[in-house]
């Protein structure tokens, strides 16, 4: 465990800063992809195109982040990746053409892939279990407030200056951001370990495809034969990864053994399950304002403020929820109250006032930064040294994954009652009540936790707090 002063300062900032401007990225495209397709006179439908190359990049690179910060130092790969990331961003503002577009944002991909893995990494590295807690309680702030704001700020920019601004924003806080990693990042390293091709071509390229599955879904470009000939695709390749590869590999690309720790692998799960609903309001709220209701778009943007200003005050509570409740009967909990908020939009409608809608949008970011906290730290909670790159490379693939997933699965339910309804408002009630029940029901993925699981977490946090 390597803990300096260099490392302590600034390095929760660094990591916060990683993971604002990879989720901003993520959610400030899709406001902006009908001016973009105006700008480089292609339609608005090939324009996804640009947000999949980026999803794919990601989603093929990010096993590899693990095994790159290991061998070569976290400092040095987290500057480079945040230095391809910021020339993918002005490469995206000077696009000309839909190709030069997708070939910048293939290099966004690159950086972007490394960059949130590695930072978390360094502050597995650098601070014991004991203070992971509220370090990642900070930093998973600014991940839930980036896709939130998203599309208000997309919205700003696109009406009153450019679309190019989505992507210049992100040019001085990537100049920030390798300032201070060259001054408060450790450069932690492990021996190297030679590199696993072949567990990087099967399991990337089930990621891939996983992803394509997943977006083939949720556009509906294709026929949904050729989604699920995707997805089952890339579970295969994955299954083979599993039980042909890493068994018997001596230093595979992501190893087995983390999964026999019961955290690990219950707060994996529950990622996956949970963000189901979570990753469908940013998607579903201002389509719904919009769409529904027939409001504009930066009137819908600003709907979803309330959430952003609930996460962000929800940072000094947690810790004594915890504290109080334990990471079992909080996560259910919250788990099941974040499905009864969901679930509770279905009563809303356009004759109602809209400010009825804003008390329920805040608990919802409340609960979501609660959930989020307590699910990322126990996941990585009981993770050693040997295997804490690798846990954290799977995390982040579970997270980008599950985020894309509640997009494609509730995008598939609206259309579903979209076919058996013809009120646009109860098509869009019948989805949140839907995603709201599955929500609820992922909840109890939490109760496989024991009860005194991450109790360590904050007990010798209290301890250090009395000896003082």
């Known amino acids: 465990m390597i803990r300096s002063a260099r490392s302590m ?39 996804q195109s640009a947000v999949i190359s980026y999803t794919l990049t990601v989603a093929m690179l990010i096993p590899v982040s693990g095994w790159l910060a290991d061998s ?35 290099v966004q991909g690159v950086g972007g892939a490394m960059m949130m893995p590695v930072a978390r990494l360094a502050l597995l590295r650098a601070y014991p ?32 200056a450019s679309w190019h601004w989505i992507f210049l924003i992100n040019i001085p806080v990537g100049i920030l951001g ?67 590869h890493a068994r018997l590999h001596p230093a595979p690309l992501i190893g087995l053994p983390m999964f026999k720790t019961r955290t690990f692998s219950v707060g994996v799960i529950g990622n996956i399950a949970s963000r189901l609903g979570t990753g469908c309001v940013p998607f579903l709220m201002p389509l719904m304002l919009q769409v529904g209701f027939g409001f504009s778009a930066v009137v819908a943007g600003c709907m ?39 679930a509770s939009f279905a009563l809303q409608s356009p004759a109602e006032s809209i ?3 804003l008390l329920p949008l805040f608990i919802l970011g409340i609960s979501m930064s609660t959930q989020f906290t307590a699910m990322n730290t126990i996941t990585l909670a009981d993770l050693n040294d040997d295997n804490a790159s690798g846990g954290n490379s799977v995390l982040a693939v579970t997270q980008q994954l599950s985020i ?18 013809a009120d646009t408002v109860a098509q869009f009630h019948a989805t949140f009540l839907t995603m709201g029940t599955v929500t609820v029901i992922s909840a109890f993925t939490f109760a496989l936790l024991r009860p005194g699981d991450g109790r360590h977490l904050i007990t010798n946090r209290d301890k250090k707090k009395k000896a003082a």
């Open 355 to 357: 400010i009825l809608l």
């Open 404 to 421: 894309s997933f509640g997009v494609a699965v509730s995008a598939a339910v609206l259309r579903f009652y979209q076919e058996m309804e």
């Open 304 to 342: 979803m403020v309330p959430t952003a200003i609930g996460s962000i005050l929800a940072k000094s509570t947690v810790t004594r929820v915890l504290r109080l409740l334990g990471y079992r009967r909080t996560l259910v909990g919250i788990t099941i109250i974040i499905g009864i908020l969901i």
């Open 9 to 47: 300062d600034g390095l929760p900032w660094i990591a916060a800063m990683a993971f604002f401007m990879q989720a901003l990225d993520a959610a400030i495209l899709n406001t902006a992809l009908p001016a973009i397709a105006t700008s480089l006179e292609r339609s608005p439908l090939a324009m």
């Open 72 to 106: 070569f130092g976290t400092r040095k790969v987290f500057i480079l990746a945040v230095t391809i990331f910021t020339l993918g961003s002005l490469a995206c503002a000077l696009s000309l053409s839909l190709t030069m577009l997708v070939v910048s944002r293939i």
């Open 178 to 244: 390798v300032f201070y990693a060259r001054k408060y990042m450790p450069d932690v390293t492990l021996p190297k370990r030679r590199f696993d091709f072949l567990g990087f071509l099967l399991f990337g390229a089930g990621l891939v495809l996983l992803s394509v599955g997943i977006e083939l879904f949720g556009e509906r470009i294709v026929s949904a034969w050729l989604a699920a000939g995707a997805l089952l695709a890339g579970l295969l390749l994955l299954l083979l990864y599993i039980i042909a």
């Open 129 to 160: 279990r004991s203070e992971l807690l509220p370090v990642l309680n900070f930093v998973t702030m600014p991940g839930l407030v980036g896709p939130i704001l998203g599309p208000l700020l997309g919205g700003i920019l696109v009406t009153y």
